[in-house]
DNA sequence: GGCCAGGTGAAAC
DNA sequence: GTTTCACATGGC
């Protein structure tokens, strides 16, 4: 019965009552906070917050303290560093362990891409060092990506907070009190069918097109997006361009980003520079030298060399 | 105040 | 097949 008891209080409270007696008629009740035991943890070495997070394949995750605060799935997440560790704390564990893609070897993705030992990319690895690959949602990042179109980080993370914000519910707070403010990403059901006017106020400019036309796409089931995860690399960047405002870009980050298509170089106006001034390969060739130079995991090495290079310029 | 931003689609060559 | 331009907005 007590146990049940200490079992529902830690449930609801992350507390434990400790009651301290200090004669019959007279006690004590002190609250010991419970710590909410960590959903997963990831190495720390493989795991730089700072650069996972703001390196541009996410945009939902803020700073608080000193870890970082976000959504997955319908659940506020937390991540702290704890010894050598990441502790995320919050979620359902199979979701969070996808999408953190906790199975990842690192050490040996890391080793494939530096096989070449190609100068340019070891030092992008060494200031990139803990960079990983994150599994997002394919609707989310679909969305993400179709936002980022000639706009900057800083930007298209508000917008999509204030789409996250009108659009979406709130998310299902932690225990340990994290709670309101966070926002589910709204589903494709909630935006089809929306106007530009009713886009107007998460200010995403020409862009609101795009999204009602994914929305209304994926809605109706015209395109499937957990079937992408069955076709090759080439057929579903095929069916993701067929989204108006999803061009090759856009799709590579949706298939590096959400599908884990390690071997997808997206080209954007960061990457195509490093290209040109670096190696002196075009757009054109770009994917081919890739693929040649870095290997099956180019799209890893193609995120160290977008990090360095925004690095040397902020 | 002007340049630029994790591009794309359409029109013009 | 390649080049050019418009598309909204705001950070720096």
Redesign the pocket.
């Known amino acids: 019965m007590m146990c049940e008891f200490i079992n529902q209080v830690q449930k609801y409270y992350n507390h434990i009552y400790l009651i301290v007696y200090c004669s019959k008629s007279r006690y004590n009740i002190n609250m010991i906070p419970i710590p909410t035991p960590p959903t997963l943890l990831i190495p720390r070495r493989h795991f730089d917050m700072d650069i996972t997070f703001n ?3 996410a945009f939902r995750w803020r700073k608080q303290d000193s870890g970082y605060i976000g959504v997955v799935g319908d659940h506020a997440v937390i991540c702290r560093y704890d010894d050598g560790n990441v502790a995320i704390t919050g979620g359902e564990p199979s979701q969070v362990a996808h999408y953190f893609d906790a199975a990842a070897d690192y050490d040996a993705i890391v080793a494939s891409i530096c096989t070449s030992r190609d100068p340019w990319l070891m030092q992008a690895v060494q200031s990139g060092m803990g960079l990983r690959i994150l599994r997002q949602p394919h609707w989310e990042t679909l969305c993400s ?1 179709i936002i ?9 993370s ?1 917008i999509i907070d204030r789409l996250c914000l009108t659009f979406g519910k709130p998310a299902v707070a932690l225990n340990s009190g994290i709670t309101g403010h966070l926002h589910t990403f709204p589903t494709p059901q909630t935006l089809a069918g929306l106007t530009e006017l009713d886009l ?1 106020p998460i ?4 862009r609101a097109k795009y999204l009602i036309d994914a929305a209304n796409k994926v809605a109706s089931e015209q395109i499937n997006l957990e079937a992408l995860q069955e076709l090759t690399t080439t057929e579903a960047r095929k069916v993701l ?1 067929q ?9 590579d ?1 949706v298939l590096l ?1 959400s599908y884990n298509r390690l071997e997808a170089f ?6 195509t520079r490093v290209m040109r001034e670096r190696y002196g390969v075009e757009r ?1 060739d770009t994917d081919a030298f890739a693929l040649q130079r870095f290997g099956e995991y180019c799209g890893v090495a ?2 160290f060399l ?1 990090h360095d290079a ?1 690095s040397k310029t902020q």
């Open positions: 390196c541009g394949q990506f980022s179109a000639c706009n900057n980080i800083k930007r298209i508000g107007a200010r995403c400019g020409f361009t989204i108006n405002g999803v061009g090759e870009k856009v799709a980050c980003f997206p080209k954007d106006v960061w990457i054109r193609q995120q977008f925004r």
